[in-house]
């Protein structure tokens, strides 16, 4: 298994935020965590409100938990609302079931962290997730 | 009441993981807890997701906490969503409603402890469960 | 008051760590945390161990949450150990109170944010957190 | 960096408690987890009170959370009691700062993960840790 380096997570917070400008995205934090759902980078634009690191992380960390993206995550919670409601205790609350929270694969597909954005529509994060992703030579697994 | 011994664990968890070979299911983590909710053994196969063993645990400890399977946890979560979410409460977030955490019984009937599965469909983690408990010589009651 | 921007706090981040290039330190953690206590930017050199922010941002929280430095916060707690524990009690276990957690003050005097970091000595760690807040041009209070 | 497989965790295991039946020890739990502090194995054996996984995972929680074995996490706690006082908050009173968490480094050095025993004098704790290490073809980092 890769360790996934800082570089690598400078790597898809830069191009997950140039995708952003492209996007027109309101501002945005980017959170990227390692395969033990540690933390690794954050960074948060001027403008975002402040709790986007906890629903960034929540929504990287439920993909991390789970191992699928956090889209699959948020069909989970949608289908079987009574597991969610048991992984967000047993997870001490930090799952947040909704798309943006997107695995990081490595050439072997490995699960080597994940990333989560926060700060606009939830298909949007998840689209700048997986351009940053793929901007530093990981394969993105959205769910 | 008999004790849930390491002995016993270990046979639950080499026969629960042979049988998931045998159906070919994705990587688990098998949790058995004793009678009184507290972790006799866990292991949990390579490639498995890190949460496994929190998961697993809530829907064994669910069934102690309750005395049936989480099968029928998961149907008292469904009909009665406000006694689970109270349970949720009590238990500080430890139980996760559905299938897969599965009692042991002993040849009196009485519970010696619980044994959860979590990592493929919770029908198959559940089957999975079963054929470990029977082949320590236990009876298993998935509710 | 004048914000905490993204910019300024990837400034401190960056002198941060090349001032512990300088030292040669540990691997570190550097945390940089809004006036509300808030995450703006964070990054994990590699090798640093898991839990790196939530000790940095413990030191850069606890500055914060009382208006001096955390080496100000580290003379507290032995001086005061009882106020030490109510602090933790209320920050719900969010206070460090170890060097190494310095305010981040504008021209004018007042507080804008707070940097943390952990992986060295806390008298390193505090070292390579002045000369980041130095550098983007704000003025450190290291208690 | 090597993942630590379930195959190595069980070979820990079973040498740690052969270790432990030369030294005529009393029941001990022991538990091996990932280099991202998350549960690999788990064994209790019969007459280990009940929580010996909580005890010796915060041994082994610790030294992974500090990068040193827990030995050097109990001296840490000695002489820097607030830090120690914070570091408990911080990890959600994870961290038990007492000998016997010891660090599985692979050949070139890397932390792939901590074994944390629990039942015994700490030191005996610890011995069976480091043998259980040893006999898996790793090396322990006991502090």
New interface residues.
């Given amino acids: 298994?890769?360790?996934l380096?800082?570089?690598s997570?400078?790597k898809i917070i830069d191009a997950a935020l140039a995708k952003a400008a492209d996007l027109k995205l309101k501002p945005l934090g980017v959170t990227v965590l390692?395969?033990?759902?540690?933390?690794?980078?954050?960074?948060?634009?001027?403008g975002a409100s402040?709790?986007r690191?906890q629903i960034g992380s929540g929504k990287a960390f439920g993909a991390?938990?789970?191992?699928v993206g956090s889209r699959a995550v948020a069909n989970m919670a949608i289908e079987?609302p009574?597991?969610m409601?048991?992984?967000?205790?047993?997870?001490?609350?930090r799952v947040v079931p909704v798309p943006g929270g997107v695995l990081v694969r490595d050439s072997a597909g490995a699960?080597v962290g994940a990333v989560g954005i926060s700060g606009d529509t939830s298909d949007n994060d998840e689209a700048a997730a997986i351009a940053g992703i793929e901007a530093a030579g990981f394969t993105p697994d959205a769910g």
């Fill in positions: 298994m890769t360790a380096s800082l570089d997570a400078r390692d395969a033990g759902g540690h933390l690794v980078a954050f960074e948060r634009q001027d402040f709790l690191y991390l938990a789970t191992g079987r009574h597991f409601q048991g992984l967000s205790g047993v997870s001490e609350g699960v």
